[in-house]
């Protein structure tokens, strides 16, 4: 038997393929968009993928567990809670699958979703390790406030955290302590709060290291776990539905967005609908240089699909911009991690013409003289909670910039602010955007904030 974690460090999502060596099949677990490396896998080991399970309809992800099973005829297994609109084999509490020497349980482990399930594996009659989905991380256990509006089954965060309460305690922490834990998230998921930058655990570990997992009663558990919760993105609640459904083949729909000609003139930028809304991933130097009317300069990096879908409704439509056609082919494919490729207009490179440039800040006046600003600090709430930076500041985090921008101040020049610079570039372009035809300056205070 062999176990083989997938990482994608954009998303801090976590999938598994358990190998069973003696008849070389393989099970998956909560795999990715893109299903090419479990084929690979598969095809490494001489083996076939017979199975998909889903430990829940996932919010920050598009699993690839429909496709995967068109393409292979592989079963794949949900809760019956999940109210599933695929093809699949109801697996919920005892109900066993046995693969080789080994075999994998379902436990019901409602509390991140009242769908959510676990999975034992065991060997030789001993438990082994449990794929615990979104309901244990690696020092955290999965937020309960996803789910008050989206999916088959819909539960209320407080009711959510009280079946988390039980479900770890009378199922998972009842587990022998040298079980292996392997989480569907790590570090930087905004599936929990204070997820581990581990990969894995045990549950003895869990119950001496994981706040949530303390002694203490429902009612204390309830208000920690609800407590401090990050932002939800916007795209949360359409990918539930569309894991629900199941999403199309990855690569057709991915074949399937218009690329457009690069844009290097006047002439090319008509063939644009100068209404729909330009994402554009280029580095903050070049987009200060010059850009397009409507452009959002959300920067190609490590967090970029998560970005896209706090500040992109899902479903609307948006061109996407890059330097040059590997980075374009890149930026598509982290929107289809999501699942927004199927909103794109179409995707061009921006080559040597622009119709607007950024202004570039003088940090000195503005430190002399900040009262003359109308300073916006786009953190987020735990970061602005935490900490203040500048008296006076209006604080709109990131995610709700382009709802509220009417609150913004339009009779003095406006300074925008994150924690480092990247969110800020984002920021003020979207400030920019809504405020150009009133006259407003807009500045993007960017690096410099770590001097103040």
């Not at 084929?39 to 080991?45: C, K, R």
């Not at 949900?78 to 919920?92: I, P, Q, R």
């Not at 920690?224 to 990855?250: C, H, R, S, T, W």
Request: hydrophobic share 40%.
């Amino acid at each position: 038997m062999k176990i083989e974690q997938f990482e994608d460090k954009g998303l801090a999502h976590y999938a598994y393929a358990i190998l069973s060596e003696s008849d070389k099949s393989v099970i998956l677990i909560d795999p990715a968009r893109n299903p090419q490396p479990y084929y690979d896998f598969a095809v490494a080991h001489g083996a076939k993928i017979v199975g998909v399970i889903e430990t829940h309809p996932h919010a920050d992800f598009v699993s690839s567990h429909l496709e995967i099973t068109q393409q292979t005829g592989a079963k794949v297994y949900a809760s019956k809670l999940l109210g599933a609109e695929y093809e699949h084999v109801a697996f919920d509490e005892g109900a066993i699958i046995t693969l080789g020497d080994f075999t994998l349980r379902s436990m019901n482990t409602p509390g991140h979703s009242p769908d959510s399930i676990s999975i034992v594996l065991s060997m030789n009659g001993k438990d082994h390790a449990v794929f615990t989905g979104d309901t244990l991380f690696i020092g955290d256990v999965g937020r309960p406030d996803l789910r008050e509006n989206v999916g088959n089954l819909t539960a209320q965060r407080e009711q959510l955290a009280r079946q988390m309460y039980h479900s770890t305690r009378e199922k998972l922490m009842k587990l022998d302590d040298d079980v292996l834990v392997y989480p569907a998230h790590g570090a930087g998921s905004l599936c929990g709060k204070a997820l581990s930058g581990a990969n894995s655990s045990t549950i003895g570990a869990e119950k001496m290291s994981n706040y949530a997992l303390r002694p203490m009663s429902e009612d204390e558990f309830v208000k920690e776990l609800i407590a401090d919760q990050p932002f939800i993105p916007k795209y949360f609640g359409f990918d539930v539905n569309m894991n629900k459904k199941g999403a199309p083949a990855y690569s057709t729909s991915i074949s399937k967005v218009p690329r457009l000609k690069p844009v290097s003139s006047a002439a090319d930028a008509e063939q644009l609908d100068r209404s729909v809304l330009i994402i554009d991933a280029r580095p903050q130097v070049n987009f200060r240089k010059g850009h397009l009317r409507n452009s959002i300069n959300l920067m190609n990096g490590g967090k970029f699909e998560t970005w896209l879908g706090s500040i992109v409704n899902p479903e609307e439509p948006y061109y996407l911009v890059a330097a040059d056609e590997a980075t374009l082919n890149e930026l598509i494919a982290k929107a289809a991690k999501i699942g927004y490729e199927g909103a794109i207009k179409g995707a061009f490179v921006l080559d040597g013409y622009s119709e607007l440039t950024s202004p570039e800040i003088d940090v000195e006046a503005f430190r002399k003289h900040p009262s003359d600003y109308a300073i916006v600090d786009i953190r987020n709430w735990s970061e602005i909670n935490t900490k203040k930076i500048f008296d006076g500041s209006l604080a709109i985090p990131l995610p709700e910039l382009r709802e509220r921008i009417a609150e913004i101040p339009k009779n003095k020049p406006v300074v925008v602010h994150c924690a480092g610079g990247y969110r800020s570039a984002a920021g003020a372009s979207i400030i920019s955007n809504l405020l150009e035809k009133e006259g407003v300056t807009v500045y993007d205070l960017s690096e410099a904030i770590n001097t103040f």
